[in-house]
Each structure stands twice: as C-alpha cells, then as structure tokens.
C-alpha cells in the first residue's frame, strides 16, 4: 500500500473489538486517524460506513470501510502483508488460527458482559461458562509463549483485550484469575510486554471504572 494511504478507525476507547484492531495496525506499524465514536450520538460517518450494523469498529481505507473486527485483523495482515505477519501462511494452521479466534469472538464477550450484568441463576451460569471456556483456551494454549507457538497472532489479538477485564471479572465472579488460570495471567503478561499491547489497552482499574459507570447508566443495582 502506498504511504500517501488515509487510514480512520472510528472507535472506542474501552472495546475489545476496537482494541483488537488498534493492536493489529500498531503490529504493523500503520498510522491513522483514531476517531471516538458516542453510540448514543452516532455520527453521519459511522452511520455511512457501516449501513448494517452501524456499529465500530469500523476501519476506512482511501475511502473504503471494513467491518467487524477480525475481519478487519485478517483484512490488516493481507493488506499490509510486509511485516509481522498475524495468520501463518500454512493452510492448517491458519485455519486452527482463525479457529479460535472465533471461538474468543463467539464466547468470551458475552459471557464476561453476562458476569457483571446479571445476577442470580444468569450469573451463575455465565461464571461457570466462562470458567470452562478459560480452562479450554489454556488447554489451547499450554507451554506456548503464544496461542500460534512463538509467533503473537490472531488468536492472541481476539482475546488480549479481555486482559483489561481481569480485575473486573475477579470482582463480579468472585474469582482469582491467577489461582485460577495462571497460564492465561501469564500469557496476558507477556502480551503486555508488546508495545502494540501497552500502548493500547486501557490498564484493569479505569477499565472496572468504566465497567462500573457503565452499570449505573443501566440502573444496575448491587
């Protein structure tokens, strides 16, 4: 692609969907014009950009937008496709890549929202969900430094944003996510390690303070 290139993320600062694509154009070194987006107030862009879901992340490229977040992943690493590659190049493991950044996609999201918005037999059964799913994605992940082996990829970029959660699903689920899954801790500390990862998530405490507003907004009552 040509560096004359305009690129916009319209975003927000606290979504994991929107984090993911930040960490993707940081891996690859892409500069763009990073626009905050009100879902309350949406603007005439997103509205134009994304006609379906009208929903962010929404990644626009000379004019051209593309949706949704792995899809805009995998969209980043075949366009920019000179450095820090993201989805290996084998056909099999690309697709046990992509595999499981699907399976974060599907699960981890809605579970972890279901955790510290219900209460009761919901909340109950979301802990539990949830447990089981980390303790899959530790299977997955084993002695690995990364879900792809040495290589930082998709999988990696779907579920690092829920990092900035720990310390909020500690609070809501009554866990300890070190006692617990520290495979995972461990990982999410390496990630951090990255500077596409720490210049981009928010740390675990504003995250529970938005978290927090959040539920007041909703009128969410301990």
């Known amino acids: ?12 600062k606290f979504s994991p969907s929107g984090l993911r694509v930040r960490i993707a154009l940081k891996e690859k070194g892409i500069a763009y014009d990073y626009r905050e987006e009100d879902l309350s107030n949406k603007s005439s862009l997103l509205l134009e ?12 490229l000379n004019g051209r ?16 496709n000179d450095n820090s590659p993201l989805l290996p190049s084998d056909p099999y493991n690309r697709s046990h890549a992509k595999f499981w950044a ?6 981890i999201y809605i579970l ?11 909340h109950a059964e979301a802990k539990k969900e949830l447990i089981s799913s980390f303790k899959l994605l530790e ?11 040495k290589t930082f990829g998709i999988p990696d970029i779907a579920l690092i944003p829920f990092y900035s959660w720990f310390y909020t699903l500690e609070k809501f689920g009554n866990l300890s996510m070190n006692d617990e899954f520290p495979k995972l801790v461990t990982w999410g500390e390496r990630c951090m390690k990255r500077e596409s990862v720490s210049t981009s998530l928010p740390n675990q ?17 301990d």
């Open 1 to 12: 692609m040509s560096t004359t290139d305009e690129v916009i993320l319209l975003d927000l």
């Open 139 to 149: 299977a997955e992940l084993g002695d690995k430094p990364y879900f792809g082996g």
């Open 102 to 107: 699907d399976y974060i996609n599907k699960k």
């Open 49 to 60: 950009m994304n006609p379906v879901h009208k929903m962010i992340p929404v990644l626009i």
């Open 112 to 122: 972890a929202t279901k955790l510290w918005k219900t209460k009761g037999e919901a």
């Open 65 to 80: 937008p593309i949706c949704e977040s792995l899809v805009i992943v995998e969209y980043i690493d075949e366009v920019w």
């Open 205 to 221: 405490y504003e995250t529970h303070d938005f978290i927090l507003g959040l539920r007041k907004k909703l009128g969410i009552i």
